[in-house]
């Protein structure tokens, strides 16, 4: 018996295994002309190799629900129907191979108009293709980051529109798990922390207030996302700061939240909203969050950070941790790492299921 290979069932969805494919940013659309933000061969042989692989869930990485809310201009977006309509190839061939596909939703902030990474990744002057970032308050993210303008709330409202927008658009292509990015430091995390959020309106200063967009956005995706499918949503457990930051116990105090308003799943990660704090980084580093959240809450979690080995994958789960864990390093070194899983613990299928299906 072994728990990494148990199907789990969220609403009337069925995930074939607990081993998922966690969002990762490719930064490989297009820049500029019709294609923007459009998925193309990189995403779909990216995609379509994991999925092959046997991970149970293949979450496609942070998809812009806006122009401006891309990290980089080579971002995935999801805001206009070519891009739509070609993430409905990845989504199809996921499916396919017996795989759940899902996509995270996503705003940068003031995390926005940043350079690809492997070109050092700072942000964007308007000369270089950059665009004026946004957020909660004009605090800048770090050293050399512009000052964000502060988002009034009817700004805060379209926002909040187009991640409904968005979800709709991902329901036509195809998807059957949205999560929502409240984590890493981007927009919707940033309302949360005190660190980032200085704002003295209905949306700053207390824990109800600094939560408040977050559920506005968790509410109006949930309208459009229909009953029967699950939706997940990433949260940073804790900024890492000695003081001022947003901790684990706001995040289990939060997750209760998440659960009364339609989040099936919480995806339990950490930190991205402030540079140069220490993170102890280690094998299964953010475990114990998700574990805290879980048995204190009864949310579900998915698990994620440094988890390489299929024993490691697996004890997280016979021990109650969580009930998926989400693996990306690991799946980049090895598409197939969840079949080499299977085989280790004898769970190696015979026939691939979306054969013995007789698909
Ligand atoms: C979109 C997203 O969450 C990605 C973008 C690329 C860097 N990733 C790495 C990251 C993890 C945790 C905190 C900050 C950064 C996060």
Redesign the pocket.
Known sequence: MSALFEPYTLRSLTIPNRVWMS???QYSAAESGPDTGAANDWHFAHYAARAVGGAGLVMV??TAVSPEGR?SPADLGIWNDTQTTALRRVTEFVKAHGAVPAV?L?H?GRKASTGL?WRGGAPLGADEGGWRTSAPSPLPFGEGHPVPDELSTDAMAAVTRQFADAARRALDAGFEVAEI?G????LIGEFLSPHSNHREDAYGGSFENRTRFALEVVDAVREVWPSELPLFF?V?ATDWLEAGGWTASDTVRFAAELRAHGVDLLDV????NAPGVRIPTGPGYQVPFAARVRAETGLPVAAVGMITETEQAEKILANGEADAVLLGRALLRDPYWTRRAARELGRDPEVPPQYARGA
């Open positions: 969002p990762m940013c990485e942070a990290i995270q996503a940068a990474p990015h984590a890493h430091g981007y990433r940073s990660s950490s930190g991205g």
